[in-house]
């Protein structure tokens, strides 16, 4: 993980933190999770949309939140 990575990850972490999401939140191409654990700290529901399942199953593992919901779809099926 090069320097200029951390540091932007360190400023999305900050803006989360700063949001701290509530209520219903959904989570558009969760991916492995490295947003999902945070916002399952605040959010009352959340639901988190991929169309990678293995995607998912990496972030399931990650999370480990029996409250946050997983749903694989295409975002752009979904939109349709
Ligand atoms: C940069 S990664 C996600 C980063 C994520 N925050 C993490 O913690 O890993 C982008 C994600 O978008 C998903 N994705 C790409 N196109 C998509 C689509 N049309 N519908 C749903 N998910 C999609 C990929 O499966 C991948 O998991």
């Known amino acids: 993980m090069n320097a200029g990575w ?3 990850l ?3 972490v900050q803006a989360l933190d700063g949001f701290a999401l509530r209520g ?3 989570e558009l191409a969760g ?3 490295i947003w999902t654990k945070q916002l399952a700290q605040t959010a009352a529901e959340l639901t988190v949309v ?3 399942p293995e995607m ?3 972030n ?3 999370v480990r939140d029996p409250y ?3 749903i694989t779809a295409d975002l752009f099926e979904l939109a349709a």
Request: glycine fraction near 12%.
């Open 6 to 8: 951390r540091t932007e």
């Open 10 to 12: 360190e400023e999305v």
């Open 24 to 26: 219903r939140v959904l």
């Open 31 to 33: 991916g492995t999770g």
């Open 50 to 52: 991929d169309a990678s």
């Open 56 to 58: 998912l199953g990496i």
């Open 60 to 62: 399931r593992d990650r």
């Open 68 to 70: 946050v919901r997983y």
